[in-house]
């Protein structure tokens, strides 16, 4: 029987598209009515034509797979070939070769099968279970950051309750001096040694509580990305002698010699936060005094054009650090180690504090040397602008007198709404011989100063029914032009700004000592009065 007889006889009443093909040319010598409707839109001339001529452009087979089926023998598919004409279809190839009896090789049979629906359910199958596999990474993605910020949260839940455990212990100590030494200043019979001594201690302590409380908000600002920094010229040789002054002291009372060395080539004056500087070289110094206690306290300040820096170098004769010590300073609340703590007492937040401090004026801290046992070398630098150089006086560094001057004569206004504020602002202007009326609020305050005759007024900010900003802007616009000094707890830059915006002449941070509210009057009064230059002591 011939080959396309073959075909025709079991292909011609069969629904699926069927093709004979030549075994040697890969022409079409046969193709049934199904194939003929599917291929040729029920023509014939695809007779003698060759095999992807007929195919679709994009599911052709190659003379070379088609010769390969032929030399081997063996039948091949190809499944779900894209069909692009209009409508995606997807068909599906099944070509066997067609023996003889005496093994030779006829040609070739090929079958088409619509695979349309079937590709479509796979597809639609493959895209559920991508579906399902990406939900399942995005869960898993979602329980790994869920028990990451957990662990943060963990990490930040241990670290609040430390940092409260420290502040704790850290407020309660000097708070527990006060406290304690207030009561024993009411007792009778005290002798005024004893009182001296009580006052003198509270102080101290309450000096240390305060400087706690300005570390912690310091800090909080530097991580919140608020931290002020000012830019403005500073005499160099006067800042070091203020620091200076009081680092003496302070080895003096441990019985330390301490030492100040400039380097002759040091500008007189550089622009940079002289608060910020001061409050830097008073922590890292004085902690050299603090973990000393036999030897010598020695700062060399350098020049270091090479860098743009100005570096200062404090060397202590201390307790040193080791290695692991090293590694664990400048972090916050964080010590050389527990004992070090029991011993010497502190938060830990100096470092850290001073070389975000450090780092703002852009320099850095850090420990240059330090051998346990042996003694510490750290490292202060801050850049170097705008430098104006100059001879500097080496006597600058001994300790200056405070002048101060007597308020004789003067009526102050003072507006606060708080009776131990009023009371404590009264004994501090009356020593100095000031005449002082009190108003409680803001609304009082307008009255008084426009019915009366003073000086000058210093006002609360945070009154009842009228506070301190509206009081001062009503006074401006009623033509007042009394000097008004804000008193006030909030010492942010943004909350300075606000009282000299609505009218007021200087600011002043509670708490304040006797020797600030004083010295800002005076600053603002100084064209006015004419004082015999007397000196307050220092207490």
């Keep these: 029987m011939d080959f396309v007889d073959i075909c025709r006889a079991f292909a011609d ?44 452009n994009e599911a052709g087979i190659s003379d070379q797979i088609l010769q390969n089926i032929i030399a081997s023998g063996k039948s091949r598919s190809f499944v779900e070939q894209e069909i692009s004409e209009g409508v995606v279809r997807f068909w599906s190839y099944f070509c066997w070769p067609v023996v003889s009896s005496s093994k030779e090789i006829l040609g070739l049979i090929l079958q088409i099968v619509d695979s349309s629906e079937t590709a479509s359910f ?12 990406l939900n399942s990474l995005h869960q898993l993605e979602l329980r790994e950051t869920a028990e990451k910020l957990a662990d ?26 006060i406290v304690g030494f207030s009561e024993l200043l009411q007792l009778p019979n005290q ?39 000012e830019k403005i010229e500073i005499n160099l040789s006067d800042l070091l002698s203020d620091v200076a002054m009081v680092m003496q002291h302070n080895a003096e009372v441990k019985d330390l010699k301490f030492s100040m060395v400039l380097d002759p080539g040091l500008p007189i004056f550089l622009v940079s936060d002289p608060t910020r500087l001061k409050q830097i070289l008073t922590n890292i110094i004085g902690n ?14 350098i020049e270091d054009q090479s860098q743009g820096k100005i570096r200062f170098l404090v060397k202590d004769t201390g307790v040193g650090l080791s ?24 938060t830990g937040l100096g470092l850290d504090l001073s070389r975000r401090l450090a780092q703002a004026l852009g320099g850095d801290v850090i420990i240059a040397k330090s051998i346990f046992g042996v003694g510490s070398i750290f490292e ?9 150089y100059g001879v500097h006086r080496l006597d600058s560094l001994q300790p200056k007198a405070v002048a101060m001057s007597s308020l004789e004569g003067l009526r102050i206004l003072v507006a606060d709404d708080a009776p131990d504020n009023r009371f404590l602002i009264s004994r501090f202007l009356t020593w100095s011989g000031a005449r002082v009326d009190f108003a409680h609020d803001g609304s009082e305050a307008i009255e008084m100063a426009m019915r009366g005759k003073y000086d000058i007024i210093l006002m609360d900010i945070q009154m009842p029914n009228v506070d301190g900003f509206t009081a001062t802007s009503t006074l401006r616009k009623l033509g007042c032009v009394l000097p008004i000094i804000a008193m006030t707890a909030h010492a942010m830059r943004s909350d300075i700004e606000k009282c000299l915006r609505v009218g007021c ?5 509670k708490p304040f000592g006797r020797i600030e509210i004083v010295e800002k009057i005076r600053q603002l009064l100084q064209g006015k009065l004419n004082w015999p230059g007397q000196h307050l002591e220092l207490d």
């Design 380 to 388: 202060v630098s801050i850049a170097l602008e705008q430098a104006k």
């Design 13 to 56: 009443e069969s629904p699926q598209p069927t093709l004979a093909i030549d075994g040697f040319d890969h022409t079409v010598r046969y193709i049934n009515s199904a194939g003929s409707e599917l291929l040729c839109d029920g023509g014939s001339y695809s007779i003698g034509s060759h095999i992807n001529i007929l195919l679709p």
């Design 288 to 301: 050299a005094v603090k973990f000393t206690t036999a030897g010598s306290v020695t700062v060399e300040v």
């Design 122 to 133: 796979r597809k639609r199958a493959t895209d559920i279970n991508q579906s399902l596999l």
């Design 191 to 229: 002798t005024d040694i004893e009182r001296t001594t009580y006052g003198a201690r509270i102080k101290r302590h309450s000096s240390l509580l305060l400087r706690l409380i300005d570390d912690i908000l310091d800090l909080s600002k530097v991580e919140a990305g608020q931290l002020d920094v």
């Design 152 to 177: 943060e949260l963990n990490r930040a839940t241990q670290a609040k309750s430390q940092f409260l455990a420290a502040m704790s212990h850290e407020i309660r100590t000097p708070l527990n001096a």
């Design 323 to 346: 290695t692991v010590q090293m590694n664990r300073l400048f972090k916050p609340f964080t010590q050389a180690d527990s004992a070090t703590t029991r011993k010497y007492g502190g």
């Design 505 to 509: 002449d200087e600011h002043l941070a």
